[in-house]
């Protein structure tokens, strides 16, 4: 398993950027997908992107398509979120995730239960 740390949450407005980055040791950041989620108060967990070992491919839910884009550096061991436009809808505690599977990068990674290892999370809120 390999050990990972979110940073770059924070308190913005409505129609700003955020950048979150999550920073794995430990282990090797290459051969793991990685994922970001988001909890809301009272809310289940919510898949937001994923993205394959190499970088080359990558899947965001619905609700953040063309708003969030996933990223990762290798030689960094570290992935990204790049959260544009945001909305008051998108506040919620969000937490990137590393699995070591080696399914085929499919939609099998939007799920939770293939990740292996968590970050502790980070807050995102955004005021309207």
């Known amino acids: 398993q390999v050990h990972l740390v979110e940073s770059g949450g924070g308190l913005v407005q409505a129609g700003d950027s955020l950048r979150l980055s999550c920073s794995a040791s430990?282990?090797?950041?290459?051969?793991?997908?990685m994922g970001w989620f988001r909890q809301a108060p009272g809310k289940e967990r919510e898949f937001v992107a994923a993205i394959s070992k190499g970088g080359g491919r990558t899947y965001h839910a619905t609700s953040v398509k063309g708003r969030f884009t996933i990223s990762r550096d290798n030689a960094k061991n570290t992935v990204y979120l790049l959260m544009n436009s945001l909305k008051p809808e998108d506040t919620a505690a969000y937490y990137c995730a590393a699995s070591s599977h080696t399914y085929a990068f499919t939609t099998v990674y939007t799920g939770p239960s293939v990740y292996d290892s968590w970050g502790q999370g980070t807050q995102v809120t955004v005021s309207s």
């Open positions: 430990g282990g090797t950041f290459s051969t793991h997908t």
